[in-house]
């Protein structure tokens, strides 16, 4: 069984950072790509950015600039450093792990969710 287990939300000011981890577990052999989404109240989830198992990245526009995704392979761990925050970043952010090829198949998975607050 495989789990996404997300870290590092919370309430920051405008203009600060905050770093989300995003770790996998379980038998995996390899995951395609991993990315984060997140999902403001009352709007759709949407895409944050993505890196695949190549390193090539993929950022919405809101957040280009800002926002760093990486990822370290051997552990199945992705990372989004965030600086610059702005009230409009306020959301609960997703890991997303797509392509992920276990004994049973290949499917995506979702973490839980970590809430981020941008405010004064």
């Known amino acids: 069984q495989v789990q996404l287990v997300e870290s590092g939300g919370g309430l920051v000011q405008p203009g600060g950072s905050l770093r989300l981890s995003c770790a996998a577990s379980?038998?995996?052999?390899?995951?395609?790509?991993m990315g984060w989404y997140r999902q403001a109240p009352g709007k759709q989830r949407e895409l944050v950015a993505t890196i695949n198992s190549g390193g090539s990245t993929n950022y919405a526009d809101s957040v280009k600039g800002r926002f760093t995704i990486s990822r370290h392979n051997a552990n199945n761990t992705v990372y989004l450093q965030m600086n610059s925050l702005k009230p409009e970043d306020t959301a609960v952010y997703y890991c997303?792990?797509?392509?992920?090829?276990?004994?049973?198949?290949?499917?995506?998975?979702w973490g839980p969710g970590t809430q981020v607050t941008v405010s004064s």
């Open positions: 997303n792990a797509a392509g992920v090829q276990t004994y049973t198949g290949r499917r995506a998975y």
């Open positions: 379980g038998n995996i052999f390899s995951i395609y790509v």
